[in-house]
T-cell receptor
Framework: AQSVSQHNHHVILSEAASLELGCNYS??????LFWYVQYPGQHLQLLLK??????LVKGIKGFEAEFIKSKFSFNLRKPSVQWSDTAEYFC???????????FGKGTLLTVNP | DTAVSQTPKYLVTQMGNDKSIKCEQN?????MYWYKQDSKKFLKIMFS???????INETVPNRFSPKSPDKAHLNLHINSLELGDSAVYFC????????????FGSGTRLTVV
């Protein structure tokens, strides 16, 4: 079975601080990895995804993530956060295109102006 | 054009009632899903359908019955609503098993009183 663990429940930063949100997954085969963002009261929006190739993936709004296979990790990073990045962030795994996307429990990011 | 659209956006109903949520996607995807997001923001898959056939049923109570009249529609009917059914329900679609990403609808906030 596939699973996802997000280490931080709530992260509070000031504007211009750097961000790293941890994500570890568990699955025995080929994985597809995703980060989604959910702004308050809104639906899920895809930030970035990894299928294969370059383990450093760049997404929208200046976000990037690095897939480290040996650590089963897919951490999300942003060099300088803005107040508008305040949202819930979800890491998700799809194992071998198996019709199932499993989410982590989410990390609430609060950016103070 | 909205890629994945759900109706209604909000639904308030009394315990014991029966209600339906509709979902339509215009992306040409062949797989559709229902996810439930609880009050702690945890997202859990309920069902997935591929070309109108049920692929995944994640031990959801029998009171929940999905129906897919064609691959562009996946409706969710809930019988005998309970307080614990209060949540946000998200519809999503993908091509194949989801290895290339999912597109989510804007959600239906169900409140059972």
């Amino acid at each position: 079975a596939q699973s996802v663990s997000q280490h931080n429940h709530h992260v509070i930063l000031s504007e211009a601080a750097s961000l790293e949100l941890g994500c570890n997954y568990s699955y025995g085969g080929t994985v597809n990895l995703f980060w989604y963002v959910q702004y308050p009261g809104q639906h899920l929006q895809l930030l970035l995804k990894y299928f294969s190739g370059d383990p450093l993936v760049k997404g929208i709004k200046g976000f990037e993530a690095e897939f480290i296979k040996s650590k089963f990790s897919f951490n999300l990073r942003k060099p300088s956060v803005q107040w508008s990045d305040t949202a819930e962030y979800f890491c998700a795994v799809n194992g071998g295109s198996n019709y199932k996307l499993t989410f982590g429990k989410g990390t609430l990011l609060t950016v103070n102006p | 054009d909205t890629a994945v659209s759900q109706t209604p956006k909000y639904l308030v109903t009394q315990m014991g009632n029966d209600k339906s949520i509709k979902c339509e996607q215009n992306l040409g995807h062949d797989t559709m899903y229902w996810y439930k997001q609880d009050s702690k923001k945890f997202l859990k898959i309920m069902f997935s359908y591929n070309n109108k056939e049920l692929i995944i049923n994640e031990t959801v109570p029998n009171r929940f019955s999905p129906k897919s009249p064609d691959k562009a529609h996946l409706n969710l009917h809930i019988n005998s609503l309970e307080l614990g059914d209060s949540a946000v329900y998200f519809c999503a679609s993908s091509q194949d098993g989801g290895g290339h990403g999912y597109t989510f609808g804007s959600g239906t906030r169900l409140t059972v009183v």
